[in-house]
Structures are given as structure tokens and as C-alpha cells.
């Protein structure tokens, strides 16, 4: 039997994305852009069929972008329960580009001075109490909240709508 989290105990770390209710307005991306110091962005919006997906790190539990990094720039932050980097040590191999299933980590080029190129993902601003790109984030597409809480909402929300699919038949 897995354990029971209530609401008030969720993790800083655990964010939502909730692609129905995204609108592709880019403020997350805008946002993320003014707040990194690199200046690119680690959430992408892009558009699939009529639909807008925001993509960004999803942490994964066994994350394939850890086990390829090389020099061991990214590691799991126990405490927040992320997926975390330490750019100092990145050298650009793109190991985990490759390896994302979610494709959100990009190649930074490098700068002038640097020996290497990033890869760059979300970290989720740890150093903030709110990451800024759901602070801006209107439609509720990035939010921070319980996954059990989410989960049984989304439940809900389908048997409303197979009742009601079975209602409107049997009539």
C-alpha cells in the first residue's frame, strides 16, 4: 500500500503540467528567459495538432539524463526530489539530449571564454520559493500542486463525463 501525502505537504519541487489547459501564451518562456542568467529559456512551448504542450524536465524517477552525464553534472536532489545540475562541471557531450524522452534539455552554445557548450534544463528554481514561470502562468497550465489531489480531480472529471455520455444514450 503506497503512503498518503496530504495537500499541505506537497513538495517544493512537484509542479504540474496540465496540457488541456495551456494556451500557448509564452509568458513561462519569457519569464524563464528573464530570470536565468544564461539568458535561454528551459521551457519550450510547442504545438501539436491544435494543442499547446509546454515542455519541460518532468524528473524522472529513473532519469536516463543522469546515468549518461559523464562528468556527473547531473545528480537527484533528494530533498526536492529533482532532477538537478551543476553546470561548472557540464562539458557539452549532449549525452543526455539524446536521452531525454521528453526533450527538454537544449543545447547552450558556447560563449565567448567558455570551453563548452550546456545542456541546459529546468531545475526548477530552487533558490526561489515560486518558480517565476508559474507565477506568471494564467491558465493554470504550470501549477504546483498535490499529484493524488490532481489525479482524483482528473478521475472526477472523466466519470462526470462518461455519465453523462451514458445518460445522453439510455434517453
Not at 18 to 33: F, L, P
Not at 63 to 69: G, N, Q, R, S, V
Not at 81 to 107: H, S
Amino acid at each position: 500500500m503506497g503512503k498518503k501525502r496530504s495537500a499541505n505537504k506537497v513538495k517544493r519541487g512537484e509542479f504540474l503540467i496540465s496540457r488541456e489547459q495551456c494556451d500557448g501564451c509564452g509568458e513561462c518562456v519569457v519569464q524563464c528567459k528573464k530570470t536565468l542568467e544564461s539568458g535561454e529559456p528551459c521551457i519550450q512551448i510547442v504545438t501539436v495538432g491544435e494543442r499547446y504542450v509546454p515542455i519541460v524536465c518532468q524528473n524522472c524517477q529513473d532519469a536516463p539524463c543522469i546515468t549518461a552525464c559523464m562528468p556527473g553534472c547531473r545528480y537527484k536532489d533528494e530533498k526536492h526530489n529533482r532532477v538537478v545540475t551543476d553546470y561548472k562541471r557540464c562539458v557539452g557531450c549532449w549525452m543526455c539530449v539524446m536521452l531525454c524522452p521528453f526533450g527538454a534539455i537544449t543545447r547552450v552554445p558556447k560563449k565567448e571564454g567558455e570551453h563548452f557548450g550546456v545542456a541546459r534544463k529546468c531545475d526548477g528554481c530552487l533558490d526561489r520559493t515560486e518558480a517565476p514561470c508559474m507565477t506568471v502562468c494564467k491558465a493554470r497550465g504550470l501549477q504546483i500542486t498535490d499529484p493524488n489531489a490532481y489525479s482524483a480531480e482528473k478521475r472526477k472529471k472523466a466519470a462526470r463525463t462518461y455519465t453523462t455520455i451514458i445518460d445522453g444514450e439510455t434517453e
